[in-house]
């Protein structure tokens, strides 16, 4: 059973479409995140969200809309893909919001040509 | 915002060599993390510190909370060819609305056989 699933694991789409990228937790935390890693590797959060409520939006372009149908499920949608969008984009979730310790999933590398 | 200041950010050592790594803050967290990044995966929990001063192992794994609380360190003991990898320290400020832990910039390990 895996804690934080997402999918796809690898996206490769052209500038301008619109994508989704799916995340699920089993762990039955109360927060979940999505974190973007660049090409230099340095993991920057986007959104962080606390039993389905918004916490944190870390000056992330308003294409990317964060839903959180229920606490299991943080999707992040992105319109209007463009190539500097193209990076490693993780899902994770905590216990509890504050810092607590993150479980991530396994990434999709998105590619935007 | 919080900055956390990682280093080095890469280091190439030979199997056997004893590795340390450091992480700075401008500010206070009260809980410290070390996660462990291998290529393709995300990030996975290595070391959880809550405590200043707190001193944790983790097999060949060391790391301490600083007495400050604006610093922590990880100490790897004789290096194999499997630590290689990505090392995030993060802070975080648990039982706060922080909303999130604050990365560092990762510390890339190479290990030569």
């Known amino acids: 059973d895996t804690a934080v699933s997402q999918t796809p694991k690898y996206l490769v789409t052209q500038m301008g479409n619109d994508k989704s990228i799916k995340c699920e937790q089993n762990?039955?935390?109360?927060?979940m995140y999505w974190y973007k890693q660049d090409s230099k590797k340095f993991l920057k959060i986007m959104f962080s969200y606390n039993n389905k409520e918004l916490i944190i939006n870390e000056t992330v372009p308003n294409r990317f809309s964060p839903k959180s149908p229920d606490k299991a499920h943080l999707n992040l949608h992105i319109n209007s893909l463009e190539l500097g969008d193209s990076a490693v984009y993780f899902c994770?979730?905590?216990?509890?919001?504050?810092?607590?310790?993150?479980?991530f999933g396994q990434g999709t590398r998105l590619t935007v040509v | 915002g919080q900055q956390l200041n990682q280093s080095p950010q890469s280091m190439f050592i030979q199997e056997g060599e004893d590795v340390s790594m450091n992480c700075t803050s401008s500010s206070i967290f009260n809980t410290w993390l070390w996660y462990k990044q291998d290529p393709g995966e995300g990030p996975v929990l290595l070391i959880a510190?809550?405590?200043?001063?707190e001193l944790t192992s983790n097999g060949r794994l060391t790391a301490q909370f600083g007495i400050t609380r604006k610093d922590s360190f990880l100490n790897i003991s004789a290096s194999i060819p499997s630590d290689v990898g990505i090392y995030f320290c993060a802070g975080g400020l648990i039982n706060t609305n922080a909303g999130k832990s604050t990365f560092g910039d990762g510390t890339t390990l190479t290990v030569k056989p």
């Open positions: 994770a979730s905590s216990l509890r919001d504050g810092g607590g310790v993150a479980f």
């Open positions: 510190l809550y405590k200043a001063g």
């Open positions: 762990l039955g935390h109360d927060t």
